[in-house]
Structures are given as structure tokens and as C-alpha cells.
């Protein structure tokens, strides 16, 4: 049976599917242009002003940027496409690179070398599988300056099936067998914020728009590194199962992790932490951050919207008892 309901979604060969945005943003982010060199440019203030704001804390500011699965895989897309081989991340590197002081992660070449040996994402998800994480883990770890754990690059596993983001958006949806790797979890998690407590009720189970605001702290005494790391990233990096908040969890004494674009410096210069990190897919590069964020106060005020009618029908249907 034929697929339908993918708008927004390439199909390239042998099932692989790609995000390219319901208005084909992603084709506009990538095409060279007077208005992408503009967005770089923002982007490359922005970044010069956390360093030196970051700098000032006592910190280093690291910047990465995740790679389009369509630039990693492009092999496998049945359509043209523009730039693949100079993607907006890879030349934002560059600015960043000869204009700035931060720190870069290069996570396009780690994953191109990986990707020689096989898929380093889901054919039917945004993300990366098994391979592509240990990839990124072993990048982050080598500019971070630190070796990788053993017991997280021997991550052991099985195959599973589930139905991805991409994949869930064709009618029928179209599941995929992956590999579910895990490593034993040295790290204990210390603290959550509101926002990862209402999830975690359930009561909002399959429901977007409660991950932006999360924030948890792992700690971890056994680590061989003993700076601190306040990180801020999207679910590339946060998330409860094995991916790069846990893993560097398992190398570094203390992890912060919040899941925002925007850096609460409120809340890194309370932290003082070592190490500021800072992640954003590829395709978020489309809209420059103002930094005018307090992760805690927003993942409060989210939480109240949505108790808050929940209340309100409580009180009403105990009125009319009465």
C-alpha cells in the first residue's frame, strides 16, 4: 500500500526518509542566498557574545552543530538538492572558526568517516542509531579533551521495532528495526526541574510541546574528568535513554542538562560550571536565539498551563456534587 499524509518529508531510495519542512525550509536554509549569509552573520555575533559573556563566568563556551541526516545520507536521496556538499552548519564553522574564540565540535566529518561503515541515523527518524551516537560521543569527547568511557563505547543492545518521527507521519506508519544499545549508568540523576516531573506522570504521554524547558542534573563521583558541564541542546542530546546527556554523564563529574536553544545565563552563572556546551540541529540554525531565558521559571509557567484547567474541572465537577 502506497504511503500518504508525508508532506514535509522527502522519500529517497530503499525507504530512506528525510525532513525537508512542510514550506521546503530546510531547501531554503541550505541554498546560498543573501538571507542565509545574513543568518550566518547573526549567528556568528551571537556566538562571539557568549564567549566573552561565558569567559567572563570562569567558563569556555563549546559550539556544535548537528548534521542534516540529508548532507550525512545524501546517497540515498532520489531528488536534488542544494549544497549538500557545503551544508549552512559546515559554513558556519568557518565564520565561527576565523571570526570567533569558541571552542567548535566538528561533528560533519566524524559522521561522514562513520558513515563509510554503515547508516549513522534512522532511514525513518531525524536522529541518529547506535553508530552516529558513538560517533558524536567520540568528537565531543576529543575536543572536550578527554577519552571516551570504555563501557559506553561497548555498549551492548538488541533489535527492537518502533515507530519513528518520520515514519509515523505516512499513513499507514512505517516502523523500523534498530539497534537499542545501553551501557551500565555509573551517573545518577540528582535533580529534574517541573517540567521533566510532569512528563514523567504520564499524564501528558505523547504530547508535543513539554520537552523545551526540561532540565536535569547528573551527577557522578566515579567520573574520570572533574569539571562541571552545563549543556544546552535539543533531543540529540536530552534525553532519558542512552544519548549524549547520559553519556557524557558517564565522563564528566556533573552534567547539567537543559533542553533549550536559548542559554540561561542566570542559571550558568549559579552553576559555574566549567564547561558551557552548547548543541543545535542543523535545521533550528533558521532562527537566532535572543539568550532571554530562565529555564526554570518557563518550565514552571508551562506547567501551570496545563494543571491549571485540570484544577479548574476539578472544582467545577465538586461543585455540582454539591
Not at 548537528?66 to 557545503?86: G, Q, S, W, Y
Amino acid at each position: 500500500m502506497a504511503q500518504t499524509g508525508a508532506r514535509g518529508i522527502a522519500v529517497g531510495r530503499d525507504g530512506w526518509l528525510f525532513w525537508v519542512g512542510r514550506k521546503n525550509e530546510l531547501v531554503d536554509l541550505y541554498t546560498e542566498s543573501t538571507a542565509t549569509r545574513r543568518l550566518l552573520r547573526r549567528w556568528v555575533r551571537l556566538v562571539e557574545a557568549r564567549v566573552r559573556r561565558a569567559k567572563a563566568l570562569g567558563a569556555t563556551y563549546v559550539h556544535a552543530i548537528v548534521p542534516e541526516k540529508i548532507a550525512i545520507h545524501a546517497d540515498t536521496l532520489d531528488r536534488p538538492f542544494p549544497n549538500l556538499t557545503d551544508p549552512p552548519g559546515t559554513r558556519l564553522g568557518r565564520l565561527l572558526a576565523a571570526e570567533t574564540q569558541a571552542e567548535l565540535i566538528d561533528l560533519y566529518e566524524p559522521l561522514r568517516a562513520a558513515r563509510a561503515e554503515g547508516p549513522v541515523y534512522l532511514q525513518t527518524d531525524t536522529h541518529w542509531n547506535h553508530r552516529g551516537y558513538i560517533a558524536a560521543y567520540h568528537a565531543l569527547c576529543a575536543t572536550l579533551g578527554i577519552a571516551p568511557a570504555a563501557h559506553v563505547v561497548e555498549a551492548t543492545g538488541h533489535i527492537e521495532r518502533f515507530v519513528f518521527d518520520l515514519g509515523g507521519k505516512l499513513k499507514p506508519s512505517v516502523d523500523e528495526a534498530y539497534f537499542a544499545h545501553d551501557f551500565p549508568r555509573r551517573a545518577q540523576r540528582s535533580e529534574v526541574n517541573a517540567l521533566v516531573q510532569l512528563r514523567e506522570t504520564g499524564r501528558v504521554a505523547g504530547r508535543g510541546g513539554f520537552f523545551v524547558g526540561s532540565r536535569a542534573v547528573m551527577r557522578n563521583p566515579e567520573a574520570a574528568d572533574p569539571r562541571r558541564i552545563v549543556l544546552f541542546g535539543d533531543s540529540y542530546v536530552f534525553d532519558q535513554g542512552p544519548r549524549l546527556t547520559a553519556m557524557l554523564a558517564e565522563s564528566f563529574r556533573e552534567v547539567h542538562a537543559i533542553w533549550s536553544a536559548e542559554i540561561d545565563w542566570a542559571y550558568v552563572a549559579a552553576v559555574k560550571p566549567d564547561l558551557v556546551v552548547y548543541e543545535i540541529a542543523e535545521r533550528f540554525l533558521r532562527r537566532v536565539p535572543t539568550d532571554g531565558f530562565s529555564v526554570d521559571a518557563f518550565a514552571e509557567s508551562r506547567v501551570r498551563r496545563e494543571l491549571n484547567p485540570n484544577l479548574i474541572d476539578r472544582l467545577r465537577r465538586l461543585l455540582r456534587l454539591r
